[in-house]
């Protein structure tokens, strides 16, 4: 009998068979569940398929089989597992309701309307497919038939008045504007227990209003409700956490655009805390932070933006960030120009210009490093690239020429200055450059070549052009001077005075001529004069002080840079103080006068801020105190200074300073050793 039944068809499983494939059935579905909730949807389709194909007649795996497909984007697929879930289940209203969803996500509104209607003839919760209703007709782009329904669902429903009205207010963003928007869902949020969805969207809507502290308070109440169990989805907290972030960002521009930075970072900060991986928002905090003059915190910021893009261009997932890296090393590298560390500034600066080859302003900047820097050659070379890729850039072929006057290449460098000057005369700026420019060349003729004809016409040439710019009849001083022309000299003082006698340059530079030619009465009286129209110009005392120390005419040195001293304590920042004093420590250490240098060097130290720049300064000058304690065979302070020098160089990042404070120490320590050898032998004899 076993035999024939067997040709004849199926032969029923045993029930203990059945019970194995039930259990089987069940452990694959439970898997899929764990699948489904995760978001694993490939994952989960494959485990909702075993269990369907082991138990043919449970409507639930064929449910859920079908709502994984949906989720992985199988509309099809989804439509027919949950066509046969509702078959086997045709009473489950949650089935029905939810394929209903399916067809108008898969675009099948005319069956979503049909299936609505019709369980809207029948008895029973008619609030479901009202929804459905106006879901489809909101999809078939009929927004304001999908609100009639609403309305008609709000009448028939009122226990369901929250979500209702959070419906209507999510539906007028598209119908009825963002202000009718915000008062639906603010009734929402008022009629019943709102999930954080409403909130969220209502924070949405406030952003769109441009109510930014309310969208805050909105999104921080929607992470509240979904800290306590409220509102649906796993993915939901995580979007509101962005979305509250997303608010403090806005009012962070609202406040940087009115220019409160501090309120601003404040804001920022806050949104970083929910959102620590927005590079956007760290470059916008590093951009305040230099605005406040919080110089450690925007170097922080810079540097952390600088990692970040590292990370996204090693991923290779975000288009432009070559283009982005380049720009956080470009405001790095101004950053550490503003805090005093020019070798630093210089490297971000390559960097910037290495990622992104097109980033001009990164490259124009380097030229003018390049050139700050004296490195002539690399200033040259980058100059010319960027002058043949584009058009001629004034101030690339200013930098260009600069760099060929450096060079020794006068004659290109002239040539450069011409042409800037011919197609920019009435630009002022580059009337004054061409005019210095052929200053410089007639000096370096009358100099070096012995051009004396060629070094007066350029003299007097350039004085034609800015007969006011008291440095050029300096030039033509030193062209006749070193000519001889004692008479034209005179003349030149004379001329100086009668066209630019207003400004104490003109005198400082009498002042000088009559101190070389040895007619010190005539000297004192222009400086005095200068000094009259520049009664609180340090920087004119620290020039008058050179002067006389060029000359080693040392108590008029000391009376002037004393004057300058105190005129500069009075009207100078704390920094700027402290690298005038430097200046004139660093004049008496080049005549090698180490007592008098380190007087100014002490007063140097003792006004440098505390501050990064301030220790960066701080660091040099310990270094500068070494020296001239060396030279006078104070060992013991040399070294001590440069300790000072290392430990200053190591607080404020600069390499460059610790290791020639190194080397200075090994050096002076050998120096000590070789002293008292001497000092022993000579003490034996």
């Given amino acids: ?298 170097l922080d910021y810079w540097s952390r933006v600088v990692n970040g893009w590292k990370k996204e261009l090693k991923s290779k997932k975000t288009k432009g960030a070559a283009r982005a890296l380049s720009v956080a090393y470009f405001h790095l590298s101004r950053l550490h ?36 820097a004296g490195r002539w050659s690399k200033a040259l070379e980058l100059a010319e690239s960027l002058m043949k890729a584009q058009e001629r850039d004034p101030e690339i072929m200013g930098y260009a020429a600069r760099a060929l006057e450096a060079l020794g290449r006068r004659k290109e460098a002239l040539e450069y200055w011409t042409q800037l000057f011919e197609t920019n005369q009435s630009n002022s700026i580059f009337r004054k450059q061409y005019a210095y420019a052929l200053a410089r060349t007639a000096v370096h003729a009358i100099s070096k070549e012995k051009d004396r004809a060629g070094a007066i016409a350029h003299a007097q040439r350039a004085i034609i052009l800015v007969p006011d710019e008291v440095p050029l009849y300096g030039a033509m001083l030193a062209v006749y001077q070193i000519a001889g022309e004692d008479d034209k000299a005179r003349e030149t003082v004379q001329l100086l005075l009668a066209r630019a006698g207003g400004k104490p340059g003109a005198y400082l530079t009498a002042g000088r001529y009559y101190l070389i030619t040895g007619n010190k009465r005539q000297a004192e009286i222009h400086f005095n004069k200068g000094k009259e129209l520049a009664p609180g110009d340090e920087e004119y005392r620290v020039e008058i002080g050179k002067t006389y120390l060029d000359l080693r005419k040392y108590a008029a040195a000391k009376r002037n840079f004393k004057e300058a001293v105190e ?31 380190l007087q100014y060097f002490k007063i140097a130290l003792e006004a440098a801020p505390r501050n990064q720049e301030g220790l960066a300064l701080a660091g040099h000058l310990r270094l500068s105190m070494a020296l001239c304690y060396l030279d006078e065979d104070d060992f013991e302070r040399a070294k001590t200074e440069i300790r000072f020098a290392i430990e200053f160089g190591r607080q404020t990042g600069q390499s460059d300073l610790v290791a020639e404070a190194r080397d200075c120490l090994k050096e002076t320590e050998r120096t000590e050793r070789s002293f008292k050898e001497f000092k022993e032998e000579f003490a034996d004899e």
Avoid at 4 to 16: D, L, Q, R, T
Avoid at 90 to 107: Q, S, W
Avoid at 567 to 578: C, E, Q, S, T
Wanted: charge should be neutral.
């Fill in 1 to 298: 009998m076993a035999r024939k039944a067997k040709k004849k068809g199926f032969i029923p499983p045993a029930p203990k068979v059945l019970a194995n494939l039930s259990d089987r059935a069940e452990a694959h579905f439970a898997r899929g569940m764990e699948h489904y909730q995760q978001g694993r949807a490939r994952f989960a389709v494959a485990e909702f398929s075993q269990a369907a194909g082991l138990v043919l007649d449970n409507p639930a795996y064929f449910y859920y089989l079908g709502l994984a497909h949906q989720q992985e984007g199988a509309g099809e697929k989804a439509v027919a597992n949950m066509e046969r879930a509702m078959r086997l289940a045709p009473g489950n209203y949650r089935y029905r309701y939810n394929l209903g969803i399916v067809y108008v996500l898969t675009g099948r509104l005319d069956e979503a309307r049909r299936m609505a209607k019709e369980e809207l003839k029948k008895d029973g919760a008619v609030a479901r497919w009202i929804r459905l209703l106006a879901l489809a007709d909101l999809a078939g782009d009929d927004p304001r038939k999908a609100m009639e329904s609403l309305a008609g669902l709000k009448d028939a429903s009122p226990g369901e008045a929250s979500s209702v009205l959070a419906a209507m207010g999510l539906l007028s963003v598209v119908t009825g504007g963002a202000e009718t928007a915000a008062s639906y869902l603010e009734s929402a949020c008022k009629s019943g227990d709102t999930g954080g969805e409403i909130f969220h969207a209502l924070g949405d809507v406030y952003a769109r209003l441009d109510r930014i502290d309310e969208a805050s308070k909105a999104w921080d109440l929607a992470i509240e409700a979904w800290q306590k169990g409220s509102g649906s989805g796993r993915r939901a907290p995580l979007d509101s956490r962005k979305a509250l972030g997303k608010a403090y960002i806005l009012r962070g521009n609202r406040r940087a655009k009115a220019g409160d930075y501090r309120s601003a970072v404040s804001d920022w900060r806050k949104a970083e805390a929910l959102d620590p991986n927005n590079l956007q928002l760290l470059q916008n905090t590093a951009i305040a932070c230099e605005r406040l003059e919080e110089n450690e915190q925007a």
């Fill in 337 to 372: 120009l503003e805090i005093g560390n020019e070798d630093e500034a210089l490297r971000d600066l390559e960097r910037a210009a290495n990622f992104d080859p097109s980033n001009r302003e990164a490259r124009k900047e380097l030229v003018r490093e390049y050139t700050l």
């Fill in 567 to 597: 005129i500069g304590k009075k009207n100078l920042k704390p920094l700027d103080f402290a690298a005038m004093s430097t200046f004139i420590a660093e004049y008496w250490q080049e005549k090698e006068r180490p007592a008098e240098a």
